[in-house]
């Protein structure tokens, strides 16, 4: 499976944002996408998570009520609406895929998410 994430960016505090992650060669009946995020001097961690074909949404409890995660399966892309961003946001962000969404052994190459005015 390969994953690629883009729509990475420079956005004011407040403002938003969505992140886009093309998944191709997938063949699993059952596959998970999740986003992580890695701030600057931090470990990496994720943020987001969803199955690829619906449910089992997982969100990291200081992005509740301001990111969501969603798919559309017409162009094989799973997604992460960002909205309210806040500086402690900025990252590089990463999606990444796994069979059951505990090993994430699948990943694309990040995308520099920056909060600031």
């Known amino acids: 499976v390969q994953l690629q994430a883009f729509g990475g960016g420079l956005v004011q505090p407040g403002g938003s944002l969505k992140l886009s992650c093309t998944v191709s060669?997938?063949?699993?009946?059952?596959?998970?996408i999740g986003w992580f995020w890695q701030p600057p001097g931090k470990e990496r961690e994720l943020v987001a998570a969803?199955?690829?074909?619906?449910?089992?949404?997982y969100y990291k409890e200081s992005v509740k009520g301001r990111f969501t995660i969603f798919r559309d399966s017409a162009e094989n892309t799973m997604y992460l609406q960002m909205s309210s961003l806040k500086p402690e946001d900025t990252a590089v962000y990463y999606c990444a895929g796994d069979q059951d969404g505990t090993r994430w052994s699948d990943w694309g190459r990040g995308t520099l998410v920056t909060v600031s005015s």
């Open positions: 969803e199955r690829w074909s619906g449910g089992a949404t």
């Open positions: 060669g997938l063949t699993f009946s059952t596959y998970y």
